[in-house]
């Protein structure tokens, strides 16, 4: 009956192609949050959607809008880091592809950065992603009712763009999103420029959001070979910075902006004795 089929929808989700997940995100972008469009918040789980990879499942659960706000209230560290540092430098997954990218920029800037990460040692100085997200309660119910009210306008861009999707992975990646976009915006109104491994996951699209709409410079780097369609493109930060020609090539190929790609070479290698001793 229909009732039968409202929670087939309400609990399932499908496989859609890149094209489909490209115009979904741009129809997205349509919506905004405080100024920031909200597309790029989705990038992650469309890309998870794309595959069809059972992360997805994830967020297919009645009880991770409770925990979300249990976990908000809890957290009350985000604000103790020296306010003097101005880059901020993040990685989201401990493979050395994504964090040996970051981390060689220590160096770099050791006066100055503040580093995000899964696994971090807690200083004034570094930020884990545990303590994501970070809100009272008033703010948390005050996000839970903007999901709400903008939902049915979501969900509308889903179905027009064919995109099936359970509702409750929508709302639930959508308001996880949110908290995680208004946690940082909290703190990173100091900030100059912020880089990360990649703009397109769950708590760097946020952060990489956040900035753009301050007025604070942003930078992706490049962690592996890029997929197209969907994966890489479209690029949330100003500028993505590659490693070579190659990789330059294939994000024209992209269609992004030829003004917003930058040459600078693989940390990873960089930073390994052998290519010193080598160079």
Known sequence: GKSGIRIKYLMKSEAASPEKLLNLEKDLNKISYKKTPIGGLFSRMLLILNRYDHRINDLNNFYAIPLVILKSIKN????????????????????????????????????????????????NNTISLDDFPNLNLLQCLKILWFSFLKFPQI???????????????????????????????????????????????????????AANTMGIKTVTLVHGMMNPVYGYNPILAN????????????????????SKIKVVGNPIIQNDSTYKLNK
């Open 76 to 123: 009350k560290r985000l604000i103790n880091f020296d306010k003097k540092r101005n880059i901020l430098l993040g990685y989201s997954n401990n493979r050395i592809n994504f964090k040996e990218l970051i981390v060689p920029l220590i160096n770099e800037f050791p006066d100055n950065y503040i580093l995000y990460g899964p696994v971090v040692e807690k200083d």
């Open 155 to 209: 969900s509308k861009k889903f179905r027009e763009n064919k995109v099936f999707c359970s509702n409750l992975v929508i709302f639930n990646n959508f308001f996880t999103q949110l908290t995680r976009l208004e946690s940082i915006n909290l703190i990173i109104k100091n900030f100059k420029i912020v880089i990360v491994d990649s703009d397109r996951n769950y708590m760097n699209a946020s952060i990489v959001l």
């Open 239 to 258: 500028e993505v910075w590659c490693w070579g020609e190659f990789d330059k090539n294939l994000l024209l190929d992209l269609e992004v902006a030829p």
